[in-house]
């Protein structure tokens, strides 16, 4: 589901959010442009520190599993919750198929200077996440922020509330550290479906280089 709040950050930040007379007419909001544009372009991600709940460094990307990501703070009351139920959803649909070793999901707060380490342990325990399917991270320098989110085509605008507005995804992380898909937040079933053709698809090239 193309969420109105995402177009409506889009629209805010600058952005069209009205139709696109380009490409073909494939895309028809700058949302629709940009998982178009992600899925036939991969992006190589940045190479940033995030710290996990224990203070430690957690990477954008795994070498071993694919990784479904998504963008969050913890005193979010309204989109955040949708995100946290569609990833307990996944974490249990992969601990069910026993997919720990293959995929991971991993939350990233883009409030930074509240979301603590502590703050995210408090958040993880809340969302019941198993560290061993679910990580929980900030990034450790806040001023790479907008170099985080350009990657991942996330636009946050505060609320003037002490909150902020956010367009919501899943993200789909290759084992290169690659973005290679957007997926809809409303449809875990298929970022999971997507995430395991890429496992397919990467032992596959990996099975003709060995032969």
Excluded at 25 to 43: I, K, Q
Excluded at 68 to 80: G, M, S
Aim: glycine fraction near 6%.
């Amino acid at each position: 589901m193309r969420t109105l709040l995402a177009v409506l950050c889009v629209a805010l930040a600058g952005g069209s959010a009205l139709v696109l007379t380009t490409d073909g007419l494939r895309a028809f909001t700058s949302e629709d442009a940009r998982r178009l544009e992600v899925s036939e372009a991969p992006v190589q991600l940045s190479v940033l520190e995030v710290l996990g709940t224990d203070g430690r460094p957690v990477s954008l990307s795994d070498p071993d599993r694919v990784t479904l990501l998504d963008f969050v703070y913890t005193r979010c009351e309204t989109v955040c919750r949708a995100l946290g139920s569609e990833f307990q959803q996944l974490q249990t649909e992969i601990r069910a198929r026993g997919l720990q070793d293959r995929v991971r999901l991993l939350s990233i707060s883009f409030d930074p200077e509240h979301d603590t380490p502590a703050e995210l342990a408090a958040y993880a325990r809340h969302q019941r996440a198993d560290g061993a399917v679910w990580q929980f991270a900030a990034l450790a320098n806040s001023a790479e922020l907008p170099k985080l989110l350009s990657n991942f085509g996330i636009v946050v605008i505060p609320d003037g509330l002490g909150g902020f507005e956010h367009n919501a995804a899943i993200h789909v992380v290759d084992q290169r550290g690659r973005l290679v898909r957007i997926m809809d937040l409303a449809n875990p079933a298929a970022a999971l479906a997507e995430a395991l053709a890429r496992i397919e698809a990467d032992n596959a090239t990996k099975a003709r280089a060995g032969s």
